[in-house]
C-alpha cells in the first residue's frame, strides 16, 4: 500500500454532472424528448466573423505566441475600453496587462498554480454560490477554500480572492459599492482579488461593473484581474477562447509560467478572437435571442408555481420552490425538462435550481409548453 504524499493535495470531487444521469434518464422518455438546461452549452452558429477569420488564418506552420497577436490585444483594449469603460496599461507594452488564454475554464482551474500559490496552509475565497471550478483550482492546488459573499474579517491566510458578477449560477450581480469593498480588502491585505465576469455584456435588469471599471478601481489596477470569455457573448465556447486583464505585474507572472507550460492559443483561433472583440453587432443580436428565450422561460417557470431570485443577468434562471434542489429536478424531469441542482454549487444553493437558457427556440417552447400545459 502506497503511503499518501506529504502535502499533497485534497482528492477532486466528484463531476457534478455525473449525478444527473437518472434524472436525465427519467426525462428522456417523455413523448416529446429531453429538454435539457442543466449545462449553458451554446447552440446557435457561431458568427460568420470569426468563422471567416478562424479559416482565414488556418495557414498556421509556427508556434502561436502566448502573449497574444498584436491584433488581438489591440482589439481587446479597444473592447475593454468600448464596451465596458475599462482602461488598461499600454496593451502592446513591455509589461503586458492582458493576455489570451484557452478559454476561461482552464485560468480559474489553473489560476492558484499559475500564481506560485500552491500548498502550505493558504486559502482561496470564492462565493457562498459559486462556479465549483473556483474549488477545483484551489484543491489542485492544494489550498483551502472559504465561501464568503463578503470580506472576512479575518485575513489571516488568504491568499487569493475570487468573485463572480454576474454570478453563475444564480445571475447576481454586485454593486459598485460591494466590488470597491473587497477591492479595498484586497489591498489592504496584499490579496489579490480576481473577478470572473464572463456574463458581463449579459446584464438585463441591471448594468454590471467590471471590477478594472474607474468608478470600483479608481484608475489603478494594482491586485486586481478580470477574465473574460468570448463562450456565450460571440457563441464560440468551441473555439475556447478566453481572456485575462489587470494589475500588469500579476499579468505578467502569469504570462511567464503559460510560457514554460506551453498554455498557447493557437494563431487561428487569436485572429478569430481579435475579429470577435472588433465587432460588436454579432454580440448585440446573440443577446437578443437570450433576451426573448428569458422572458419567455421566466413567465412559464413563474407560471408553474416557482420563484426566481436574483438572475438579473447572465445566461440561468434561479428558481426555488422553497424545497430540497433534488425534489424539484424529479418533478422537472417529469416533464421531460433537465436542470441543474443548486447544491452543484455550494450547501447554500441546495433549495433551487438553475435552468439554462441556451437550449434552441424551439426547445425553449417545449419546456414553455410542459411547463404551463
Not at 442543466?38 to 452558429?45: A, E, K, L, N
Not at 493576455?99 to 475554464?105: D, F, L, N
Request: glycine share 10%; net charge neutral.
Amino acid at each position: 500500500m502506497t503511503a499518501p504524499v506529504p502535502g499533497a493535495p485534497r482528492a477532486l470531487p466528484d463531476f457534478p454532472w455525473d449525478s444527473l444521469a437518472g434524472a436525465r434518464a427519467r426525462a428522456a422518455r417523455h413523448p416529446g424528448g429531453v429538454v435539457d438546461l442543466s449545462i449553458g452549452t451554446p447552440v446557435d452558429s457561431t458568427p460568420a466573423v470569426l468563422r471567416e477569420a478562424l479559416a482565414g488564418a488556418a495557414d498556421a506552420p509556427g508556434y502561436p505566441t502566448a502573449l497574444g497577436t498584436v491584433p488581438l490585444r489591440t482589439a481587446a483594449a479597444g473592447w475593454l475600453a468600448r464596451r465596458l469603460g475599462v482602461h488598461v496599461a499600454d496593451p502592446l507594452g513591455a509589461e503586458p496587462s492582458l493576455i489570451p488564454t484557452v478559454g476561461s475554464k482552464e485560468l480559474v482551474a489553473l489560476l492558484p498554480t499559475l500564481l506560485g500559490l500552491q500548498g502550505g496552509a493558504s486559502t482561496v475565497v470564492v462565493p457562498e454560490v459559486a462556479y465549483p471550478t473556483y474549488e477545483v483550482g484551489a484543491v489542485l492546488a492544494g489550498l483551502a477554500v472559504r465561501r464568503s459573499d463578503t470580506p472576512p474579517a479575518d485575513a489571516a491566510g488568504v491568499s487569493l480572492v475570487w468573485l463572480n458578477s454576474p454570478g453563475n449560477p444564480h445571475g447576481r450581480v454586485l454593486t459598485v459599492d460591494q466590488l470597491r469593498a473587497w477591492v479595498s480588502w484586497g489591498r489592504a491585505h496584499s490579496v489579490p482579488v480576481v473577478a470572473d465576469e464572463c456574463y458581463i455584456t449579459l446584464g438585463w435588469d441591471v448594468e454590471p461593473r467590471s471590477i478594472l471599471h474607474p468608478d470600483v478601481a479608481g484608475g489603478d489596477h494594482t491586485g486586481l484581474l478580470a477574465v473574460h470569455s468570448l463562450s456565450k457573448q460571440s457563441t464560440a465556447a468551441g473555439y475556447r477562447s478566453g481572456l485575462l486583464s489587470g494589475d500588469p505585474a500579476l499579468v505578467r507572472r502569469i504570462w511567464e509560467v503559460r510560457r514554460h507550460l506551453g498554455l498557447l492559443v493557437p494563431s487561428p483561433v487569436q485572429a478569430a478572437i481579435a475579429a470577435a472583440l472588433d465587432d460588436d453587432s454579432h454580440v448585440d443580436a446573440q443577446r437578443e435571442r437570450y433576451r426573448r428565450r428569458r422572458d419567455r422561460l421566466a413567465a412559464a417557470v413563474r407560471a408553474a408555481g416557482m420563484r426566481i431570485d436574483h438572475s438579473e443577468a447572465g445566461l440561468y434562471l434561479w428558481a426555488t420552490r422553497d424545497e430540497d434542489c433534488w425534489a424539484t429536478i424529479e418533478r422537472l424531469a417529469a416533464l421531460g425538462i433537465v436542470a441543474a441542482p443548486g447544491s452543484f454549487y455550494g450547501p447554500a444553493g441546495a433549495r433551487h435550481v438553475r435552468m439554462a437558457l441556451t437550449a434552441a427556440d424551439e426547445r425553449i417552447d417545449a419546456a414553455v409548453e410542459r411547463l404551463t400545459g
